[in-house]
């Protein structure tokens, strides 16, 4: 098969920080240690790590989490917690590592701003996603989450101080027709982009991919945000078909047909070997009939 290995693709900086800490402190620390949650939304990489001394508290519920932990250390996930998570670890008198990326805590600082200066702040995003729980908890009662145009028609604001912002794990794609709404109707809203280079470079890059190739696959997490998207814009934007595998054994032949050229790309939480055996299998794979 002709296989084109799309670029960027795979890990992201937050993603790379965060598996570092995690790894660091499951081979060095003394005691338990705990991530709470996913770390980044990859299996993968959260099977490793539990290989490293990283143990997996999974609940939705951030605080209902940290009640299972008694002691140790607790490595805090790389979408963000709010801050009544962080108070309760230290309450409890956990170690705590903060493992959340960067680019999350620029909209985390945002929010704080905008709420001392008495702003009411429309934050897009996925809802049951722990990126806008976190950003959401830096300023309850100020942050108004939405993700449809709909959700903004059913908002009650009013005021002179009026701010968009965004999760960082969408793209212009995905919140462009919702800050049109907002904008319609608060036209001197304050719009504050704080989509990831990488999540929108990832995505254009395998829009651009889908007009040479007859196949779009992406190699994540069905917890991934980011890889789910990858396959939505391939498919929305460009009309070609694109699939989510999360390693190799998803990976359906049926899909293949003689003379295909296969564009293979990774979300942001993929590890690089997982990639690789999706290439190397589709290249080796030969759709001919027998």
Not at 264 to 280: C, D, H, K, L, Y
């Amino acid at each position: 098969m002709d296989v084109l290995r799309i670029t960027p693709r795979g890990f992201c900086h937050g993603v790379v920080d965060a598996i570092r800490l995690a790894n660091e402190a499951g081979e060095t620390l003394e005691g338990p240690v705990y991530m709470l949650g996913y770390l980044v939304h990859n299996a993968h990489v959260v099977s490793e790590l539990a290989q490293h001394g990283v143990q997996l508290i999974d609940f939705d519920d951030r605080l209902a989490g940290l009640d299972k932990i008694e002691h140790g250390t607790v490595i805090l996930t790389a979408h963000g917690v709010s801050p009544a998570v962080k108070d309760r670890a230290v309450a409890k008198g956990l170690t705590v590592i903060d493992a959340t990326c960067s680019d999350v805590y620029v909209t985390h600082d945002l929010i704080i701003d905008l709420a001392e200066r008495d702003y009411q702040i429309i934050y897009v995003g996925k809802a049951g996603h722990p990126e806008p729980e976190g950003a959401i908890g830096e300023a309850p009662g100020r942050v108004h989450l939405v993700g449809t145009p709909d959700d903004v028609a059913a908002l009650d604001l009013d005021g002179p101080r009026i701010a968009v912002t965004t999760q960082t794990t969408l793209s212009i794609w995905d919140t462009q027709d919702v800050i049109d709404a907002v904008r319609a109707r608060w036209p001197h809203a304050e719009v504050h982009n704080d989509i990831c280079l990488a999540t929108q470079d990832r995505q254009e890059a395998a829009v651009r991919a889908a007009d040479s190739c007859d196949l779009i696959i992406v190699v994540g997490s069905q917890r991934s945000s980011n890889s789910k998207r990858l396959v939505e814009v391939v498919r929305d934007i460009k009309n070609k078909p694109a699939f989510l595998v999360d390693d190799v054994a998803d990976v359906d032949s049926a899909w293949f047909e003689p003379g295909m050229r296969v564009g293979v790309t990774a979300g942001a939480s993929t590890p690089a070997r997982v990639t690789r055996e999706v290439i190397e299998f589709v290249e080796a794979f030969d759709p001919a009939p027998a």
